[in-house]
């Protein structure tokens, strides 16, 4: 089944320097398993192709049930110097939550 | 020694709501406000203040605030801790010290500096630290001209050592900001320094206290519907014990929510590799940290894991990277994006046809993609499209004739176009930054206080 991540979770994201960072939290704990199998740094990387030209990491924090992104020279140079609306990737957590992903497993959501 | 700590957050950065701190120690008990005023890129503006004005470089917001709340911290003994004192700390104290005479409020001010490098970066490269930036790697003599601002991050020992010397108003220049935080649990326990895991504890206390309201449902994407009153949101309050172990939550009488979901948001916010996340105090285990919610607003927080610090300090350096500027035009339906297209293309057209130099020409369409980038979708369904054009260049004038290109497309663009008469900001002067590395040996806080008796 498709499903669209803001179903099973919510985020927020940040700026250190030129580089954004996306945290991920699954609602609930059975969704974490969703997420750490899914959201890869590959697929995050392809989402921000267009932003992001740097590698991106991924970080795991099962005792919150969250997944940490960071995306390298994503910000335009960052805070102080980015010709972007969004030049701390505030809403970068936007675009992870917008993402579709296609699971095998069967859940009611 | 007392048995638990309330240490309340009263800013998360330069501009955040003015009447938190008043709140904080006005609708209930607290012994510790904590104030942070300093982001990234200040440091570059408080530095360029100073060298206008020898007596300016540091947060005057906290000036204001001391006039409305130092005699009432003083009365209800809550000691007030802030990294207000920018590049120019001594002058930020001599500021309160004059409030303090003019009250009539009897007072210790701590001040902590020493972090301002930026005169000594020549004799420090002369033994041989050579200053590579942190996250390219590239050599410093790119840029060795043009650095305007350069700030060790020291941790928490300058002000405890402020505290135990009876300072109850402490002004410092760039510390971390959850070394304000842990600074007093260290104080009031006498927490040992190596005793990794309490530190640790205090660490994440102050990254959940750090950006005000964000731990207290401000910026929640998890039902942000729900939360209750965020226009009288309270800011957290850490209630802190010897052990490690703490309670996250606000006055009752406040707005906001704290639950597991707000501190979960909080904690994931701006870190990196969450096994390792560093300070000069310590290193904290982010994965160690367990979170419970005890009652409505009560988070607690236990477990945390620390290891010892590295031997380095970070700095923040910034150096004057040319201008920027922007020009914004918004465009009606029908079509409202292809309009946008369409003005976008012809400006592009007129600035190119005058052969100015550029770093960078950036266009947004705000509405549309600003946010989303290449996630946008449905695009003829949008009523209104703003278009957002920005540019950099090391040439000002460059910038100036480049904003001109852009309120003419009014007559000469395609239809529907309004909000023009904004278009004319000034090219602001670019702080590109440049993150680097100290030996912890090389530099040490300095502590000077100011007694009005």
Known sequence: ?109 | MKEKIRIASGQGFWGDLPNAPIDQITKGPIDYLVLDYLAEVTMSILQKQKLRDSKKGFATDFVELMKTILSLAKEKNVKIISNAGGVNPIECAREIEKIAREKNIKIKIGIVFGDDILNEIENIQNIGIEFKNLDTGENISSIKNKIVSANVYFGADGIVEALKNGAECIITGRVTDAGMTLAPLIYEFGWDKNDYDKLASGIVAGHILECGAQSTGGNCSLDWETIPDLAHVGFPIVEAFSDGTFFVTKHKNSGGRVSVATVSEQLVYEIGDPKNYITPDCITDFTSIELLQVEENVVKVFGVKGNAPTEYLKISMAYADGFRTFGTLTFSWPNALKKAKLADEIIRKRVSDLGLNFEEIYSEFVGFNSTLGKSATDEEKLNEVLLRIGAHSHDEKSLKLFLKQIPPIVLTGPPGVTGYLGALPKPMEVFSYWPTLIPKNLVEPKINYIEVK
Do not use: W
Not at chain 1, 7 to 26: C, E, F, L, T, V
Not at chain 1, 59 to 68: G, M, S, V
């Open chain 1, 1 to 109: 089944m498709k499903i669209q991540l803001i179903q099973i979770a919510h985020a927020r994201s940040g700026d250190k320097g030129n580089s954004a960072n996306i945290g991920i939290i699954a609602k609930e704990k059975k969704y974490f398993s969703i997420l750490e199998k899914y959201v890869t740094a590959e697929k995050v990387k392809e989402l921000f192709s267009d932003r992001c030209f740097g590698k991106v990491t991924r970080y795991e924090l099962p005792n919150l049930n969250a997944l940490n992104f960071i995306l390298e020279n994503s910000l335009g140079g960052g805070g102080t110097r980015s010709l972007r609306n969004d030049s701390q990737g505030k809403t970068f957590s936007a675009v992870l939550l917008k993402m579709e992903i296609e699971i095998k497993e069967r859940m009611e959501l």
